[in-house]
Nanobody, 128 residues
Framework: QVQLIESGGGLVQPGGSLRLSCAAS????????MGWFRQAPGKERVFVAT????????YYADFVKGRFTISRDNAKNTVYLQINSLKPEDTAIYYC?????????????????????WGQGTQVTVSS
């Protein structure tokens, strides 16, 4: 089992930045592929980014490329999501997730159903 706790959300003005953190505890974190998803009010949860446990390969949703950066620190059992140039449409609850199954393609981790572990989410609100 892996327990995930997100933090770092809040209210930020358009154009601002946030760094979300997801602290993991439980089984060996460095063998778990991690991902970030978000869910805006009244909408479905969507994939944002993922990072492998091998070689720190990353994969992003098209709508976040260039503004979001996912990273991980296995020594701290933590995964991060740096979000720059925030827009009002980035307002959502951001969830981190962990997948214990290894797939050959990172694009396989865009599906929520491959993840075994989920955090409770952290709210990001972008508003002036």
């Amino acid at each position: 089992q892996v327990q995930l706790i997100e933090s770092g959300g809040g209210l930020v003005q358009p154009g601002g930045s946030l760094r979300l953190s997801c602290a993991a505890s439980g089984r060996t974190f460095n063998t778990v592929t991690m991902g970030w998803f978000r869910q805006a009010p009244g909408k479905e949860r969507v994939f944002v980014a993922t990072i492998s446990w091998i070689s720190d390969r990353t994969y992003y949703a098209d709508f976040v490329k260039g503004r979001f950066t996912i990273s991980r620190d296995n020594a701290k059992n933590t995964v991060y999501l740096q979000i720059n140039s925030l827009k009002p449409e980035d307002t959502a609850i951001y969830y981190c997730a962990g997948a214990s199954t290894t797939y050959s393609e990172l694009r396989d981790y865009t599906r929520a159903d491959v993840y075994d572990y989920w955090g409770q989410g952290t709210q990001v609100t972008v508003s002036s």
